[in-house]
């Protein structure tokens, strides 16, 4: 596709289940991003991928959060044990990152609406 | 206090007015500047984007970054219905070495036909 797909769009949950959240960046875009969108918050970044160094974990609330990206194109994020709390919009986001460069453009995709009962 | 201050809205206007929305920020490191926009149940998409102090113009939506105040802007000339989302403004800087996006909650727009 043209552009950044996530799935599943809507995922509901029981408390203390583990829930996995994927996205596929756009073909070519070296940098994937998470960010967590709740109601009447802005976005709040939680872990960024560029090509193959060692991800940026420092938005990640707690341990029962993390991330992988295989083969340098999807990622799935994974919370374990879930809470209420962690009911929101799940947003990711590519971007083509030259060498170099400091020109950061987000593409983001449409979300997953997480809600855990 | 946040690091960027935005109006949550709703922002109510008459198709055709000229809409002003603004944020405010507090880290001098800051150097990059955004706005997105988010309609209803999708993802941001980026409007326009900034690099330091000045204005940027395109088609109807002109951007400021007064880094002397700490002040963005986003000015949208000849508002149209469709023009209704909620606009987020966005900063990066060295501080995290340009990688990540800092955002504000975002104003609600809403214009009437």
């Known amino acids: 596709g043209a552009g950044v797909s996530q799935s599943p769009s809507n995922k509901v949950t029981e408390k203390g289940k583990d829930v996995e959240l994927r996205c596929d960046p756009i073909s070519g875009h070296t940098a994937l991003y998470w960010y967590r969108q709740s109601l009447g918050q802005g976005l709040e970044f939680l872990i960024y991928f560029q090509g193959n160094s060692a991800p940026d974990k420092s938005g990640l609330p707690s341990d029962r959060f993390s991330a992988e990206r295989t083969g340098g194109s999807v990622s799935t994020l994974t919370i374990q044990r879930t809470q209420q709390e962690d009911s929101a919009v799940y947003l990711c986001?590519?971007?083509?990152?030259?060498?170099?460069?400091?020109?950061?453009?987000?593409?983001f995709g449409s979300g997953t609406q997480l809600s855990v009962l | 206090q946040k690091e960027v201050e935005q109006d949550p809205g709703p922002l109510s206007v008459p198709e055709g007015a000229i809409v002003s929305l603004n944020c405010t920020y507090s880290?001098?490191?800051?150097?990059?500047f955004m706005w997105y926009r988010q309609y209803s149940r999708k993802g941001p998409e980026l409007l326009m984007y900034t690099y330091s102090s000045g204005n940027k113009e395109d088609g109807r939506f002109t951007a400021q970054v007064d880094k002397s105040s700490k002040y963005i802007s986003l000015f949208i000339r000849d508002s149209q219905p469709s023009d209704s989302a909620t606009y987020l403004c966005a900063m990066s800087g060295k501080d995290s070495g340009y990688s990540t996006l800092t955002f504000g909650k975002g104003t609600m727009l809403l214009v009437s036909p």
């Open positions: 880290n001098s490191a800051f150097q990059y």
């Open positions: 986001a590519s971007s083509l990152v030259r060498g170099g460069s400091t020109n950061e453009k987000l593409f």
